[in-house]
């Protein structure tokens, strides 16, 4: 069975090098920037050339590059990788009218970039892959390592997600009316649901192996459909909790990617009702805001309410009346027509 | 743990709109790599390029009848490539969009090859291009899976220049873990001013047609194209027609640099060994070998080396690289199609443009069109970062 050990969370919020889900940082003009540590370790020439989203990535990974052994693999989530590098490169082709162009910013911008910074750091040659399917990248990245434990029982891997905010990008879903058009802050988001969100970003990585000793939570399941009927969302659901929970089961907790979109409460809504009254409800994106891979917050932050059985109330919708909280089911939807479901467990100690 | 069979293929690409229109192209040496005509670039009349020969106009008529303003040239090729496979595999339109097919697709410039659009896109105050959503890797992926209406699992992988064998390896792993049933499994990419641009900063662009393997090569010429094969295993063959087996792959990573092999090819040995190992093959049963062959500087010789320390005799070996351009996040695919079409006609296809061996590694591709026999063929696909993959490809 996979196991989540040590992980990193940089984030909009207060999750590295400390946690603390008891207060919540505001957004600013529709943003939630995340707050970056030093980091330390890395080199500054390597650092000075980094985009955002690949520093956040190899930030995040260290301390648990320099905790567990080389890693047999490491799987990252990006849907896009460096933006603005990308988008600084497309403005020098402009304004240099494709002339000698120096090629920092396109190397940069590939969105296999941090897994390669990684290896190269670590000078890692085992299996390295980057996933970028839009809003499901993290949870195919996540299912890949589910692979890779059962085909070797005995290995580690690292698993991670990042993507950045850049503002090229923002206009471009703005005007494709996917973020607010007035300002909203993260803390009153689901006060007047209308259409749009906040934009997000930020990266995780957490080491993943079968190993049950130490661990911080289990890995369960994870399931991810493409439709735009919500009867399916649910038959999807079904299923997967009846695959996955002992029979007549529910989860202790619902993690839903809620994100103040009115086009995406139908399937919140179908999602919620479907568990009775006992079951609490909790959300997170206004926390870390929207973004392609903001699943992995969801999951990070899955995994410390697995270890304390508590849930910030910050995060809480429904109360819901269970005494404990040992197995939390993610859902999160990413713009109408991606859905993903995510299990995760306490760690039943023997 | 299932074996896994090819059972349909579908490729467009600078030699040809088909897989047959592109194994003829091989046979007779049609070189697609020219003078740059449909897309619009200061290095029009400069640098090579191999494109695939049809306006976007032309195909997105041919694919939807009316043209769908928001489908890019990249999703266009995907679709095409995704079509052929499709059909070739006689796969019922039931089977393809049932939860048990997976989809999964690769691409390094997704929708960007609008570079302009894009440009103009993210500085718009509103309005903006019917292309607003369609800039990402996923896009691609994304197209396909709307047109066929696939329920299952669902993916992109942008490992640079090995991207779509990436995609191979992880539908064929779908399918031995049960995630599902049949995958289809590919990529494409389309030129554009953002690669031909990037690659320039590079400085490994060649301003003549490429010669892979050859002394005095000069770098890459960028191609473009889309190549898709439907994978099912062998459970549920009945009996069905299939082009090869998928015995073996390897993905690992150089780690030495951003955009450079190390100079012994660490990476590329690492992934053709543990292609061979997972085959449970030795570097003797090898054939053939379709290599990575770019025709840059570092890559030629770092494979050569490579080749030579995994192969006590390294078995022939060609760069269509020299007739289809480098088509970057397709090549994988493209080229896996390449190999499997030599394990089913037993005949291997010409590295143009070669004259002089590499003098530190003294070897010589497959010059011409050749009947051999062929048992199991190897083919390389390998990207910055580092991330180099392998798959082999055996007779079924």
């Not at chain 1, 980091?39 to 648990?64: D, E, F, N, T």
């Not at chain 2, 997704?110 to 990402?136: F, I, N, Q, V």
């Not at chain 2, 450079?260 to 997972?278: C, F, I, K, V």
Request: net charge negative; hydrophobic share 40%; with cysteine.
């Amino acid at each position: 069975m996979p196991y989540f050990h040590q992980s990193v969370c940089i984030s909009p919020q207060n999750s590295f090098p400390e946690t603390d889900l008891s207060r919540i940082r505001e957004s600013k003009n529709n943003w939630l920037e995340a707050t970056e540590p030093d980091y330390p370790g890395i080199p500054a020439a390597v650092k000075r050339r980094m985009g955002k989203s690949v520093r956040m990535a190899v930030g995040a990974s260290i301390p648990l590059l320099k905790k567990f052994p080389p890693p047999d693999g490491m799987v990252i989530a990006t849907a896009n990788g460096g933006m603005e590098d990308c988008i600084r490169f497309l403005n020098q082709i402009h304004e240099y009218k494709e002339g000698l162009l120096t090629p920092g910013s396109f190397v940069q911008s590939t969105s296999n970039a941090a897994a390669a910074q990684i290896a190269i750091l670590t000078k890692n040659h085992n299996y390295n892959i980057t996933h970028v399917h839009r809003g499901l990248a993290f949870e195919n990245a996540l299912l890949d390592v589910v692979m890779l434990l059962k085909e070797n029982p005995q290995a580690g891997y690292l698993l991670g997600s990042t993507d950045e905010i850049s503002a090229y990008n923002y206009n471009i879903d703005r005007i494709a009316g996917w973020f607010r058009d007035e300002p909203v802050l993260n803390t009153g988001l689901f006060e007047k649901p209308a259409k749009g969100t906040i934009a997000g970003e930020g990266a995780f990585m957490v080491w993943m192996n079968n190993e049950r000793t130490a661990a911080q939570a289990e890995m369960m399941a994870v399931k991810t459909i493409h439709t735009v009927d919500p009867g399916l969302v649910l038959k999807t659901m079904e299923k997967f909790l009846s695959e996955n929970l002992p029979s007549g089961e529910t989860p202790d907790l619902v993690l839903t990617g809620e994100n103040g979109d009115i086009r995406m409460a139908p399937y919140i809504d179908i999602v919620e009702s479907y568990f009775n009254e006992s079951v609490p409800v909790a959300r997170f994106k206004h926390f870390c805001g929207e973004y392609c891979t903001a699943s992995s917050f969801a999951c990070w932050l899955a995994i410390q309410i697995v270890q304390c059985g508590f849930v910030p109330p910050l995060l809480i919708k429904k109360k819901g009346s269970r005494s404990s909280c040992k197995r939390i089911l993610i859902y999160n939807n990413y713009r109408d027509i991606q859905h993903a479901f995510i299990l995760i467990s306490a760690v039943e100690r023997v | 743990m299932s074996r896994i069979f090819i059972t349909g293929m579908g490729l467009i690409s600078a030699i040809g709109d088909s897989v047959e229109e592109n194994r003829d192209s091989l046979i007779n040496e049609h070189c697609g790599i020219g003078h740059i005509r449909f897309y619009k670039t200061a290095y029009a009349g400069k640098l090579p390029t191999a494109e695939v020969k049809h306006t976007t106009d032309e195909l997105n008529k041919k694919l939807f009848g009316t043209p769908d303003p928001s489908v890019t040239r990249t999703s266009l090729l995907a679709l095409h490539a995704a079509g052929e496979a499709i059909r070739d595999s006689q796969l019922a339109s039931k089977e393809i969009s049932s939860a048990e097919t997976a989809l999964v697709g690769a691409s390094t410039v997704g929708g960007m090859c609008l570079t302009d659009e894009l440009y103009h896109d993210a500085r718009a105050r509103d309005g903006g291009t019917p292309y607003l959503s369609s800039y990402d890797y996923a896009s691609v992926t994304l197209a396909i899976r709307e047109r066929y209406g696939i329920l299952g699992e669902t993916a992109t992988i942008n490992t640079a220049c090995s991207s779509s064998a990436n995609a191979i390896i992880y539908g064929a792993r779908l399918i031995r873990h049960g995630f599902a049933k049949r995958a289809i499994v590919g990529g494409a990419d389309s030129l554009a001013k953002f690669t031909i641009n990037g690659f320039n900063a590079l400085n490994i662009l060649s301003s003549k047609i490429c010669a892979p393997f050859d002394r005095d090569r000069s770098g890459l010429n960028l191609g473009e194209g889309a190549a898709f094969l439907v994978l099912e295993k062998e459970e549920d063959l009945n009996g069905k027609k299939t082009y090869a087996e998928l015995t073996g792959f390897g993905n690992k990573n150089d780690a030495y640099h951003a955009s450079s092999n190390s100079p012994e090819g660490q990476g590329p040995y690492l992934s053709m060994m543990e292609a061979l190992e997972s085959s449970g093959l030795g570097p003797q049963d090898i054939s053939y070998i379709n290599a990575h062959g770019t025709g840059t500087e570092n890559n030629d010789e770092t494979e050569s080396r490579a080749m030579l320390r995994l192969f006590d005799q390294v078995p022939p070996f060609s760069s269509t690289k020299s007739l289809t351009g480098h088509t970057l996040g397709a090549a994988g695919a493209m080229e896996a199609v390449f190999a499997i079409q030599s394990l089913v006609y037993q005949e291997m296809y010409p590295s143009l443009s070669f004259q002089h061996p590499i003098p530190e590694t003294g070897l010589v591709p497959v010059l011409h069109y050749t009947r051999h026999f062929i048992r199991h063929v190897m083919s390389n696909s390998f990207g910055f970062g580092g991330n180099c993959s392998t798959l082999i490809f055996s007779k079924s």
